[in-house]
């Protein structure tokens, strides 16, 4: 079954700790993403890999770190310098189609620090 | 860079009745533009796109339009079901950024049986 996944649904911490979230996928896509997602808000990019070993910072990068070691793996850390962490975080992957890029998401990892 | 802005934010319709959302971009050089459905508490689904050397797609009951001139699209569903109840965002690829996204902010659409 190829798809996206990411672990857990749910995660909660305490201010202060730093959390790693995971995304891992088997479609053998080359790029792959991280987004944040606020209530009744839209999708805001955090950060951005299109190869191994290789990462951009989206819009919103300040307060989170990503490593890309292997193609099928981006995770994803919320430090403690992230002012504001309780959010819906979505990762996704992409294939190139023709000219363009088709995005693919994750079901998502929804973070609660208290 | 890329802006992209969505309308209606909400949208309530009948069961049966069409509903349409549209959008507007910047970058004049934008050229893929898919439509993404998010159910509550899911990741967004790839629905349907459009790239810019097309006019109109369709795909079933959905459909969506381009109008490179003015730089809007628009996704129109038709025969609206109640399970089409769902967030809708539009995103469009700035011409310079062939793999990234710029997303609208969303239209929240109440299909009422």
């Known amino acids: 079954d190829g798809g996206i996944t990411q672990s857990p649904k749910y995660l909660f911490r305490k201010e202060g700790q730093n959390v790693t979230l995971s995304c891992e996928q088997n479609l053998n896509h080359d790029a792959m993403y991280w987004y944040r997602q606020d209530p009744g808000q839209g999708l805001r990019l955090i950060y951005y890999s299109q190869i191994v070993n290789d990462f951009q910072k989206g819009d919103i990068a300040e307060g989170y770190s990503v490593s890309r070691e292997k193609k099928e793996s981006f995770p994803l850390t919320v430090t403690s310098a992230q002012k504001n962490p309780t959010a819906f975080y979505l990762c996704?992957?992409?294939?190139?189609?023709?000219?363009?890029?088709?995005?693919?998401f994750g079901p998502g990892t929804r973070l609660t620090v208290t | 860079g890329e802006n992209v802005e969505q309308h209606p934010s909400t949208l309530s319709v009948q069961e049966g009745d069409s509903a349409v959302i549209k959008c507007t971009y910047s970058?004049?050089?934008?050229?893929?533009f898919p439509w993404y459905k998010q159910e509550l508490g899911k990741g967004p689904q790839l629905i349907i796109d459009?790239?810019?050397?097309?006019g109109e797609k369709k795909d079933q009951r959905i459909a969506v339009t381009l109008n490179k001139t003015a730089k809007h699209f628009s996704l129109h569903i038709t025969e609206t079901q109640p399970e089409d109840s769902a967030v809708y965002f539009c995103a469009a690829t700035p011409g310079a950024a062939g793999n990234k996204l710029t997303f609208g902010g969303g239209t929240r659409v109440l299909v009422k049986p």
């Open positions: 996704a992957s992409s294939v190139l189609q023709g000219a363009s890029y088709e995005q693919y």
């Open positions: 459009i790239r810019s050397n097309v």
């Open positions: 970058d004049s050089a934008s050229n893929y």
